[in-house]
């Protein structure tokens, strides 16, 4: 009886496992999904050369569109600037907000649409 109880237990894990990876989305179709997805970030933030870049608390790094308004875009250009090639970041500015996914391809960028809170670094 418990040998039975065991196999039929197996059959369902198998029958569950094969009927999840049957309606597994398309690498394509999570992309689409995740394109735009709302989110909250903490990390660090710089300009230079007409760009914006974000650096996650994880230390990845990502190309940031400014869409929070003028004058915090502004605040962000005149104190979080970095001209060096090498980058400290714990000089950079500290940023926490929300925005959103962009993802173009292989480009994955912040949209930066609300900034909670924007400290300048030891520059």
């Known amino acids: 009886m418990r040998n039975k109880m065991v196999v039929f237990a197996a059959l369902c894990g198998a029958y569950l496992a094969s ?3 049957a309606h597994a989305e398309t690498f394509e179709e999570y992309l689409t ?5 709302p989110v ?5 933030i710089y300009y230079n050369d ?3 870049r974000f650096y996650s608390n994880a230390g990845e ?7 929070a ?8 250009e005149d104190e979080c600037q970095e001209g060096s090639f090498m980058i400290d970041t714990d000089e950079l500015c500290s940023i926490t907000g ?5 993802i173009r391809g292989s ?9 909670e809170d924007l400290e300048t670094g030891n520059q």
């Open 19 to 21: 009927a999840g990876s």
């Open 50 to 52: 007409s760009n914006f």
């Open 61 to 67: 790094f990502f190309t940031a569109t400014m869409d």
């Open 40 to 44: 909250t970030f903490s990390g660090k």
């Open 107 to 115: 480009d994955i960028r912040l949209s930066i649409e609300a900034v």
């Open 98 to 102: 929300s925005g959103s996914v962009e």
């Open 69 to 76: 308004g003028r004058e915090i875009r502004e605040r962000i």
């Open 33 to 37: 999904s995740m394109d735009r997805k």
